[in-house]
């Protein structure tokens, strides 16, 4: 089985910096694009940034210039800088991950991480 495991949530002030990580756990598996995503209260799930298997980055343009996605293929983690944040940045953030396992392609989800940026 694969597991998604994040970590790196809290609060933060205004301005202040984050870091999230989010770790896939198991065996047998080729990991494609990864990617996180915020759930604000009363809102949907939304894409904040995503990386491909080549690095290549994409962003929500509310995150561009302040978040930055990289992704450690030998430990199978992707993180997510957050910088100058914000309070509309407040959300529980998601990690999720294409995973290949015995050739097909399946979409794992982590557990969560509550970022509360206080004004």
């Known amino acids: 089985q694969v597991q998604l495991v994040e970590s790196g949530g809290g609060l933060v002030q205004a301005g202040g910096s984050l870091r999230l990580s989010c770790a896939a756990s198991?065996?047998?598996?080729?990991?494609?694009?990864m990617g996180w995503y915020q759930e604000a209260p009363g809102k949907q799930r939304e894409l904040v940034a995503q990386i491909a298997g080549d690095g290549s980055t994409n962003y929500a343009d509310s995150v561009k210039g302040r978040f930055s996605i990289s992704r450690d293929n030998a430990k199978n983690t992707v993180y997510l800088q957050m910088n100058s944040l914000k309070p509309e940045d407040t959300a529980v953030y998601y990690c999720?991950?294409?995973?290949?396992?015995?050739?097909?392609?399946?979409?794992?989800w982590g557990q969560g991480t509550q970022v509360t940026v206080s004004s």
């Open positions: 999720n991950a294409r995973i290949v396992r015995e050739r097909a392609e399946y979409l794992y």
């Open positions: 198991g065996s047998g598996f080729v990991i494609n694009a």
